[in-house]
């Protein structure tokens, strides 16, 4: 079994998404992602395009697997709206709008927000900062003794 089925497996991601693996020295391993163009409804006005402007670089977090941490450059696609030509990014399932860490990471934060223990320790079991543990736990009305 290739490391492309493992990946499948463990982190959800379609083979044909990744386009380079890399495992550094240290044990961790760095991805390359992008998705294919296909037709992409514009949230606002309601149109299909499959203009394709342009893609930007995205780090994203994806957790440790035995010890080893695991993030990817995610290739963001933009398109064009044909119809009121704004631009907006493709709809992906690797990581939410504005985050830099996978959707998968968060549950394993409030997995984490269940033990005892201070936010400093909470934040370097899931490789988050320190400020971002703090603001999703002030939201929810979390605090620690």
Same mark, same amino acid.
């Given at each position: ?30 991805? $390359? =992602? &992008? ?18 402007? *342009?893609?930007?670089? %995205? ?13 990817? $450059? ?12 704004? $631009? ?9 709008? @504005? ?8 549950? @394993?934060?409030? %997995?984490?927000?269940? &033990? ?23 939201? =929810? *009305?979390?605090?620690?003794?």
């Amino acid at each position: 079994m290739s490391t492309v089925n493992y990946t499948e497996i463990i982190f959800k991601i379609k083979e044909e998404y990744i386009k380079h693996t890399r495992v550094n020295e240290d044990g961790s391993v760095h991805f $390359t =992602l &992008e998705m294919p163009v296909v037709e992409q409804v514009y949230p606002h006005c309601g149109a299909i395009t499959r203009k394709s402007k *342009g893609k930007r670089p %995205r780090d994203v977090k994806f957790g440790a697997i035995q010890h080893h941490t695991v993030t990817a $450059t995610y290739l963001e696609r933009r398109y064009k709206c044909q119809k009121c030509n704004h $631009t907006f990014i493709e709809k992906n399932p690797f990581v939410s709008r @504005y985050l830099r860490f996978r959707k998968t990471n968060m549950k @394993y934060l409030f %997995r984490q927000l269940r &033990e005892k223990g201070a936010f400093a320790e909470i934040a370097k079991r899931s490789d988050i900062s320190l400020s971002t543990v703090s603001r999703y736990c002030s939201k =929810l *009305g979390i605090t620690l003794n």
